[in-house]
């Protein structure tokens, strides 16, 4: 792509949840368990995203190789930011460029706290996988609900 | 190092002086030396063993262990008052060379009570200088050096036990045994006693403010808690062997019984084992496939709604005709900076004709990134297209997945039936070997459960320490008085961070060449060659061999396969620890069937060429085809013979 926009070497999170990270990749129970830190981060996003709050990052810890994610992915970080700031105008600046990603780790921020409780709520290992497909098939459920009205 | 003799004298069944004399031909480089269970084979292993390092651990009954190193005979004929030795020497080349000798003895007596008086053991070693055989001081730095006592274990041992390595969960075997061939002693030795120092330090700062010792004290709290944790997995892990090992036990015993009906429900007890295994790696596979489709499709289903709205901006920029931009605005830029239209009009001066062309830039904001936009349209239009089969697709594997689970309870009601069915066979014997059978699975799996349980809690023990410690640092920071220790702290903490990374990077590298010399061997070795493609070590030590379907297959190997993986890992420790010392196997095809047997001894030859090799076998493991195909390896061949009212095994040379 010859016109490209702002992009960050990595992304971040605050260093007091890199133990919600660690846990969900080194826990052998964990449905993140061996994958990379991005899958954590996407979904620690969405869950953020969904529950429409964003929090600073501080003390940031940079983590995620920005490379690592694919271009669908990337996309989807800038289409909330798109939402957010409301025109795909701000493409054009380089200051809300940057804004993009500072939106998409301040919703992963918030997100990373709901998705480590979602696996680990019921205080049962292995039941991580099960109660993310439950996320997603309320998501499905609601979608198609939208469809058929 | 290479063995020229070995000699024993009234050691365990050797009694008087018996010697035997190695092979030290680089091509005919088998000794072998063959003698029937009980005939004194396994003792050979230990002589070598007791005389190189002091220790014995070679044993196939508690019997043997009990009887004590001098032999029997001798040691009820020795009258009061009266001394005799056990003596064994190990003559051989160093690696430069020279002849080396190592010999340990210990003299016993008997007073005019009787009783037997054990004297401590005197271990020597001479070595060739110049032209005479010089006593060493250090005979142990002298092994050390030849072959450390961590290792001797890849070249010294049992073969039996060799087919239990990869039986059950095998991480922690491997991982001592690259732990053991990365020689890291002194690196470790080093992380210790930094790790000491900074407690030093730390303790040093007490009583200067009451949240800096609250933090130091929490820290060893957890410390101290961490050590008690990590000692009692290891006696779990310890106590998990000891119950596999009488759970293998009683199967044999069960396998090894006349009755037809046990043998049976043996048979089938393995085959339906063999199935549950696999199906429950098949469910293990759906469940990847759930994991997969779910992280993949849950942020862009949350997210739907922002990529719709996104969509639709960009349509509407189109329908304004802002997309595909008609001009750029680098080309805009260009003319108002020139100061001359393209149709030659002067815009230098503003005027109406300059603005005009100056608020085109306006309408035509997104021409610099419309190529990425372009993009991002393709890709979130797609991304709206992939969601469409998730919810098919997971009803899918879902459907999969309940046939699979309907398949494993069949197999496990199956595998319960077949076990009361032995507990109600009216022979006590197989019965209550079943009921103990069933008591050690269930403690197998508690003692599972619990490792798993003590390593969760280790791991976060360890997350605690970490944060306690940057809270201490942070702390430390804030008085002046205490900056100097805290940037003593943060340099040694530092410095322990880097040997750690250091000892990882040592490892993971090392672990990674013994994979991939494991591989190479195995694959050379094994006589299905289609059949086996990959094997891996990851990180966490697991091994695990890939069939040509992709399928994790080393729970369903035959033990003479899990012989030949075993052989090839040894041989990837044995070179990568760099120590050319000569390979003792004891029963070497003890447990294999009669085919893979012999294509065994056919490679062996190959594998380990110009290797010194003594193999210690069973006349029921030397069949005729299994020594022909050894023939041209061979140099010196034994045979020993137990003689039971002498309390003697003689080594005689084969064929005499």
Redesign the interface.
């Known amino acids: 792509m010859e016109n490209k926009i702002f992009e960050p070497r990595e992304l971040g999170f605050p260093e007091s949840k890199r133990p919600l990270y660690a846990q969900l990749v080194e826990d052998k129970f964990s449905p993140f368990y061996k994958r990379p830190l991005k899958d954590v981060f996407l979904c620690a996003f969405a869950l953020g995203y969904k529950k429409g709050k964003r929090e600073e990052v501080l003390k940031r810890k940079a983590d995620i190789r920005f490379e690592s994610l694919s271009t669908p992915q990337k996309w989807l970080l800038i289409s909330v930011a798109v939402k957010e700031i409301g025109d795909v105008t701000m493409l054009t600046e380089e200051e809300k460029q940057r804004k993009i990603w500072v939106i998409a780790e301040e919703y992963a921020n918030v997100g990373i706290k709901l998705l480590h409780e979602t696996i680990y709520q019921t205080g049962y290992v292995g039941l991580g996988t099960k109660l993310l497909e439950d996320e997603l098939r309320k998501e499905l459920g609601a979608h198609n609900s939208e469809k058929k009205q | 190092m290479i063995l020229s003799s070995l000699e024993l004298e009234n050691y365990r069944p050797y009694r008087g002086i018996q010697t035997i004399e190695f092979s030290t031909d680089p091509e005919k480089n088998f000794t072998v030396i063959e003698g029937v269970n009980g005939a004194g084979k396994t003792q050979l292993l230990n002589a070598i063993t007791w005389c190189l390092y002091g220790q014995e651990e070679h044993f196939r009954s508690d019997k043997d262990k009990k009887r004590g190193i001098l032999n029997d005979y001798v040691k009820s004929n020795l009258g009061n008052g009266q001394k005799t030795r056990v003596r064994v020497a190990i003559k051989g080349k160093d690696t430069d060379d020279k002849a080396i000798h190592f010999e340990r003895s210990v003299v016993f007596h008997k007073d005019q009570k009787g009783n037997l008086y054990e004297e401590t053991p005197e271990f020597i070693c001479f070595k060739m200088i110049g032209r005479d055989m010089e006593p060493i001081g250090s005979p142990a730095f002298m092994i050390n050096r030849m072959l450390p006592e961590g290792i001797r274990n890849f070249f010294i041992f049992d073969g039996e036990k060799l087919d239990d390595f990869f039986r059950e969960e095998n991480a922690e075997k491997v991982k001592s045994a690259i732990s053991d061939v990365s020689q890291l002693t002194l690196l470790d030795a080093t992380i210790d006693h930094l790790d000491k120092t900074l407690d030093g330090i730390r303790t040093s700062i007490k009583g200067q403010t009451p949240k800096v010792d609250l933090l130091n004290e929490k820290m060893k709290a957890f410390s101290s808690s961490i050590e008690d944790m990590k000692a009692d997995q290891t006696a779990k892990e310890a106590e998990l062997e000891e119950v596999r090992r009488k759970v293998r036990e009683l199967d044999e015993k069960l396998n090894g019984t006349d009755v037809s009906a046990v043998k049976k429900s043996q048979a089938e007890r393995e085959r339906i084992t063999q199935m549950l295994g696999s199906t429950e790696e098949d469910i293990e596979l759906e469940?990847g496939r759930?994991?997969d489709t779910?992280?993949a499709?849950?942020?862009?289903?949350?997210?739907?709604?922002?990529?719709e709205?996104?969509l639709k901006?960009?349509s509407e920029?189109r329908t304004k005709g802002e997309l595909p931009p008609r001009i750029r605005r680098t080309f805009i830029n260009e003319l108002l900076e020139k100061g001359e239209c393209i149709c030659g009009t002067d815009i230098s001066k503003d005027g109406d004709r300059r603005k005009k062309i100056s608020q085109l830039i306006q309408k035509i904001?997104?021409s610099?990134?419309?190529?990425?936009?372009n993009?991002?349209n393709y890709?979130?239009n797609?991304?709206l297209e992939r969601?469409a089969p998730?919810?098919p697709n997971?009803d899918e594997i879902g459907q999969r997945m309940a046939a699979l689970e309907a398949r494993q309870k069949k197999y496990q009601e199956q595998l319960g039936e077949i076990s009361a069915g032995l507990k109600g066979l009216n022979i006590e014997e197989v019965s209550n070997n079943e009921f103990l059978r069933d008591k050690y699975n269930s403690q197998r799996e508690n003692l599972s459960g619990d490792i798993?349980v003590l390593q969760?809690k280790i791991?976060g023990a360890t997350?605690i320490i970490e944060?306690t410690r940057k809270e201490l640092e942070g702390e430390l920071k804030k008085s002046e008085r205490n900056a100097h220790v805290a940037n003593q702290i943060s340099v040694g903490e530092n410095a322990l961070e880097v040997l750690k990374d250091a000892r990882k990077n040592i490892v993971d590298k090392i672990r990674m060449t013994i994979e991939e010399k494991t591989r190479a061997y195995f694959l050379s070795l094994i006589w299905k060659k289609e059949t086996y493609t990959k094997i891996s070590i990851d990180e966490n030590y697991n091994v695990s061999v890939v069939n040509s379907l992709g399928s994790e297959c080393l729970g369903t190997l035959s033990a003479g396969e899990r012989q030949v993986l075993a052989l090839s890992f040894m041989a990837a420790l044995r070179e990568v620890s760099g120590f050319e010392a000569p390979i003792i196997i004891d029963t070497p095809l003890g447990r294999i069937s009669k085919e893979p047997k012999e294509r065994i001894a056919e490679m062996l030859p190959k594998y380990l060429k110009k290797t010194q090799v003594t193999l210690l076998v069973t006349d029921e493991e030397y069949t005729p085809p299994v020594k022909q195909k050894l023939s041209k390896s061979i140099g010196k061949e034994y045979v020993l013979k137990y003689v039971e009212k002498e309390s003697k095994t003689y080594v005689n040379a084969y064929g005499k």
């Open positions: 469940n759930i994991r779910v992280i499709a849950l942020p862009s289903l949350v997210c739907k709604d922002a990529i709205y996104t901006k960009i920029k904001d997104l610099e990134i419309s190529e990425y936009i993009e991002g890709e979130l797609s991304a969601m998730i919810g997971l798993k969760t791991k997350d944060m």
